[in-house]
Every structure is written in structure tokens, then in C-alpha cells.
């Protein structure tokens, strides 16, 4: 469209909600997208369940990194700033995914924080007699978390400033590891 002879510069861009692909335009030209129009509670729900796989990634990375060294990969300061920026349910939402990965793996901890909220939450595991949607719950990844785990587990989601929880991620993300490696290794013929 031409303005006193100039051309008029195009609108803005619309602002990117982290997360939310803007898809069309509504009869009133503003931008619409499907995250939009979604409910607190949708976009909550949602939100956790976008943040978990990076998180896990995440989690991978830094034991790949350092090596599988446990306390190396929970003091690094760009897995620390991956495990605080996450939502609290998102941690807590991983933190039981994990010990129900790694059930089928030995455990063996040391008697500090970690390896006591690792070895709860495996040993809860591992005991449970129950399918995985019964063990995270029916609303998972959106709290509240069923049974002692899931309570422990949202426990250690909201104190995000606690190194242990990170920790206590990390040593079941390598139990989750080693099971997987034995399947990687073995020899299908």
C-alpha cells in the first residue's frame, strides 16, 4: 500500500510465545496460533511436556561431556542453568520417568543427598508392581504425582537450587545408560 508516495513499511512480526508456531490470521488481522488459544492449564501441561525431552537431552549430554562423572556433570554450569531454567514439574517429571527407566539397572550410591533421592526413587521403581502410566499417574506430566516417588519427586522438582536433585537426575540417567548400552552391544544373530 503506497502513503503519500511512500511505500508502507510491512507490520511488525508478530511476538514468538517460547515454544508456540504462529499458524494463520484471524478475521481482525491479528496472529492466532493454536498455543494461543489453549487454556492455563493446556499450556502448562504443554509447556512441561516441551521442556522434557530438551531436558533429557540435556542430562545425556552432560554425562557424555565429563565422562560419566557424576559430580563433574552436576557442577557444570550450563547443565546447572538447563536444570534450574526448567519448570518445576518438568524436573519433577523427569525425575520419575528416570527411575522408571532405570529399574531394570543395579544400583549402587553413595550415602550422600543424591544418592539417597536416586536410590528412593529407583528402589520405588523397581518394587512397583504396576504399568508406567500408573506409576507417574494419570495427569503426568502435570502434577500431582502419585505414591511416595511421586511425592519425593515433586519435592526435589521445586527446590531447584538444590545441586542433590540435579545429581540424583544424573546418577538415574546413567543406570538408564548402561541398560541401553547392553542393548546396543548385544548381538541380535
Known amino acids: 500500500m503506497i502513503q503519500g508516495g511512500l511505500a508502507a ?7 514468538r510465545v517460547p ?3 504462529k499458524l494463520f490470521t484471524g478475521t481482525g488481522g491479528e496472529v492466532v496460533s493454536s ?3 489453549l ?7 504443554l509447556g512441561t511436556a516441551v521442556q522434557i525431552p530438551d531436558l533429557m537431552m540435556n542430562l545425556t549430554l ?4 565429563h565422562h560419566g562423572d557424576l559430580d563433574a556433570a552436576a557442577t557444570d554450569d550450563v547443565m546447572v542453568r538447563n536444570w534450574v531454567g526448567v519448570a518445576f514439574e518438568t524436573r519433577s517429571a523427569v525425575l520419575l520417568m528416570l527411575a522408571w527407566g532405570s529399574k531394570e539397572a543395579a544400583l549402587t550410591v553413595s550415602d550422600d543427598k543424591a544418592g539417597l533421592y536416586a536410590a528412593f526413587l529407583h528402589s520405588s521403581a523397581r ?7 500408573e506409576f507417574q499417574g494419570p495427569t503426568f506430566p502435570r502434577l500431582p504425582f502419585p505414591g ?10 521445586f527446590d531447584h537450587g538444590d545441586e542433590a536433585g540435579l545429581k ?22
Open 9 to 15: 513499511a510491512p507490520p511488525p512480526p508478530p511476538s
Open 19 to 21: 515454544g508456540a508456531m
Open 35 to 37: 498455543f494461543d488459544s
Open 39 to 45: 487454556d492455563t492449564w493446556a499450556k502448562e501441561q
Open 62 to 65: 552432560a554425562l557424555s561431556e
Open 127 to 133: 518394587s512397583f508392581d504396576g504399568e508406567v502410566e
Open 148 to 157: 511416595q516417588a511421586g511425592a519425593l519427586a515433586s519435592w526435589i522438582g
Open 168 to 189: 540424583a537426575a544424573l546418577i538415574l540417567m546413567s543406570l538408564m545408560q548402561q541398560r541401553m548400552d547392553r542393548f546396543s552391544s548385544y548381538d541380535f544373530r
